[in-house]
């Protein structure tokens, strides 16, 4: 079955550190792997958008990577900023042609 | 150029009733793809339309149906409502196929059922 996991649920971090959130998938024929970011009671935006023959997208202060072979895809956010605050989840293509997300982890950055 | 809209934003229905909720994707998108988003199973995919075609289907229950028109707006239709479906409902369209496409997503329709 194919699944994608992110790990923690929740993160809270000082207001301008660096950090990474993880992102795992069980099946390494991945087309594509999508961040999104939610607000509370809102749509998803998206952020970024990684193909199976790339290895990392960057948009401003954020960076994603993606490693097939070790089933992971991270995403790095510089500088935090309250305004950063909401749950990010990723989502995978594989071949079944639909998006496959993860659970989210819910980021709060601490002023 | 205009983004995902969705309507209406919020409803409130009663056991046994049927709901319908509209998708308008962004202009020249053909994909239009339908979530159900819970708190307990996140985010599940519903099915796909292209070109007024459902290319994909996730595992809901024959209740959930849906269509897409010429114009590319879509359209879902819930029957015999369940407590359980109360769910935020998102579509998200995009260019062509979602496989290699960013998928842009509405603000759903939030469904309560008592």
């Known amino acids: 079955k194919q699944e994608v996991t992110q790990i923690p649920a929740a993160l809270s971090v000082p207001e301008g550190e660096n950090l990474v959130l993880n992102c795992s998938f069980t099946?390494?024929?991945?087309?594509?792997l999508q961040w999104f970011r939610q607000d509370p009671g809102k749509g998803l935006t998206s952020l970024l958008l990684?193909?199976?023959?790339?290895r990392e997208q960057t948009s401003g202060r954020l960076n994603a990577s993606l490693d097939k072979s070790s089933g992971r895809s991270t995403l790095y956010i510089a500088a935090s900023q309250p305004g950063d605050s909401a749950t990010y989840l990723c989502a995978a293509y594989f071949g079944n042609e639909k998006l496959t997300f993860g659970t989210g982890t819910r980021l709060t950055i601490i002023p | 150029k205009a983004g995902v809209t969705q309507t209406p934003r919020y409803l409130i229905k009663t056991r046994g009733q049927q709901v319908t909720l509209s998708c308008s994707p962004i202009?020249?998108?053909?994909?239009v793809s339908w979530y159900q988003q819970t708190p307990g199973q996140g985010l599940q995919f519903l099915f796909e339309y292209f070109s007024e075609t459902q290319r994909n289907k996730g595992n809901f229950p024959g209740r959930f149906s849906g269509r897409q028109f010429s114009n590319s707006r879509s359209e879902m239709n819930v029957s015999t409502l369940e407590l359980g479906d109360s769910a935020l409902y998102l579509c998200?369209?995009?260019?062509?196929?979602?496989?290699?496409?960013?998928?842009?997503f509405g603000p759903g329709t939030r469904l309560l059922v008592l």
């Open positions: 099946d390494s024929a991945i087309y594509n």
């Open positions: 202009s020249g998108h053909r994909s």
């Open positions: 990684i193909q199976s023959s790339q």
């Open positions: 998200a369209s995009s260019l062509e196929t979602g496989r290699v496409e960013t998928q842009y």
